[in-house]
């Protein structure tokens, strides 16, 4: 992307476009700290085979590390929310799912596996796959706070037939978004089309020509973005 | 005194440009998004833009600018960039598709001397 400047013989050149806040990096690297303790403290405590690891004082050091990691989890967007409401709560606005989103994830095989990528309709800052990824993790994140905290204090106190559920609700969560953690883990960082990905996360920066072509919609704009793709679908017609 | 219009999505900046240009005499309005400066900027005439380029996206500000080039009521209002992309200065280049120039590009964060010094030298410079 390059700019003029009038009566200057140099032209302004824009390679690198920010794309994520300090603060949403913070979070983000904040959550895959303690989501990845408490996912791995988590499978000791669920699978039966670990059980003899965990006995006695080394049962009692896990169930505090997964408690101690929890509170941290839980309290991450809440202090998200404290400091930044404004940008927090456009963030979520950014998640919610759009009707071009379906044709995306229709799309989403032919591009990951064969690398076609002119079928994927132009998205915004946040692709149909980041946000799925970003609404698994809010939920889960209200599933695990909601029967954790039910788990952890109300044991002795809570109907033994409610609390199994608890368990029960607790399990399908930490299930549904360590699958969704690992398929957000191995395109972050292996896979070979999204080579800007983990920069984008570390930096807060991606590249513009990743920009164009992932997040049309965010780079050029709704109507500009529309025009892109109908253009790229009739030469593709051809 | 100038007329200037500040186009730009951040409150925090638009509330401290704002005043400081308000502090010199300037008379200050301000629109948040594309479509909104170039409605006020032909209602109003400004006599210079202070231009974000990203806003709700990346490119807005330089669509604004390209629409200012084809209208002939706005294409002689001096823009300033002032904007949070990072840009590296290039000898030669082919600037893109059929984005106009700009007058004079400053990048955030920018000190109110700074931006008043380049918003007198713009002026004088459209004035001779």
Known sequence: MIVQVKGKPEFIQIQWIPRYTTMERVVHWFHTATFSLLAITGMFLFFPFFQPLIQGQAGITFRLIHRVAAVIYGLV???????QPR?????????LPQKEDIGWLKAVPAYYLLGKHEAMPPQGRF??????????????????????LLMWFGKGVIPPGLFRWLVIFHDLAMIVSVCMFLVHLYLAVAHPLMWNALVNMRFGVT?????????????????????LWEAKKREGAH | MAKILLVDNDPGFVNS??????????????????????AM???????????????SYVLEGLDVVREMAKDPAL?????IVVTSLKGTKVKAAQPLESYAAVDDW?????????????????LKVKAA
């Not at chain 1, 967007?77 to 400091?83: A, S």
């Not at chain 2, 240009?21 to 594309?34: D, I, N, P, R």
């Not at chain 2, 400053?106 to 713009?122: F, G, H, T, Y």
């Open chain 1, 127 to 148: 692709n149909a796959g980041e946000k799925l990824n970003g609404l698994i993790t809010i939920i889960a994140w209200l599933v695990f706070g909601f029967t954790g």
């Open chain 1, 87 to 95: 940008r927090f709560l456009m963030h979520i606005k950014e998640f």
């Open chain 1, 77 to 83: 967007p809440i202090i998200y929310l404290i400091l």
């Open chain 1, 207 to 227: 590249a513009v020509d990743y920009a164009a072509e992932h997040h049309t919609k965010w780079f050029y704009g709704p109507k500009r973005a529309m025009e």
């Open chain 2, 41 to 55: 900027m032909r209602k109003e005439k400004p006599n210079l833009v202070l231009l974000e380029i990203m806003m």
């Open chain 2, 75 to 79: 294409k002689d209002i001096p823009v």
């Open chain 2, 17 to 38: 440009t704002r005043r400081a240009l308000q502090s010199k005499g300037h008379e200050v309005m301000t629109a948040a998004s594309g479509e909104q400066a170039l």
């Open chain 2, 106 to 122: 400053l990048q955030k964060p920018v000190s109110p001397d700074q931006l008043l010094a380049r918003i007198e030298e713009v």
